[in-house]
């Protein structure tokens, strides 16, 4: 307590303020679970529909109910673009997790649903993305989706349905509620230091 309070008396609130928000940004990047081979630096962030970018239609259906969705990229090179799933056929749906890779997303139970991905400029429309759907905790179905030129014919593109690449738990795709907390605890102390004229 002692060395706190020394911290907090001898100007060391900016850096009290310097490590929170270090350990905020350190926990984010281990829930956004980035890999630096799929980062791709072509999404123009705050323009809603890229220049060049492009769309697919997606449904889910015949899997009984579900009420989360997640969509990581598995190609090397290709992203999303922000946000990366959008009209969606139920209402009360959401983004849930926005990275260049993953994109989860989550609403009411429903045992269908359509919407659509947003892929960052990619001029051969190519990528192949590995889903995971899941009801509560329970993963339901997985499935490898490979696109080619753009086109949701078969062929040329493909579908491995009950794929085993890529398993995750929800909470793998799901911000941890500890992240969300701990940001919300540093705004708060950054608008109160900022109210008291200390930063």
Known sequence: MSALATLLTGGGVKKLITICV???????????????????????????????????????????????VAGKIASAGDTYESPAARNFSKSGWHMVTDSLTLGSFSGPSANSLSWRMYFANDNDKNVTIDWAIFSGQTRVWTSRYTIVNGSSSFPPSMYEPRSQYWLPTRADVVPAPGAILLGGIGVGLVGWLRRRRTL
């Not at 905020?24 to 323009?47: E, H, P, Q, R």
């Open 22 to 68: 270090a350990v905020f940004l350190l926990s984010n990047m281990a829930v956004a679970n980035f890999d630096d081979d799929y980062i791709d630096i072509t999404m123009t962030f705050g323009d809603p529909v890229d220049e060049g970018s492009w769309y697919l239609p997606v449904s889910a259906s015949g899997i009984g109910f579900f009420d989360l």
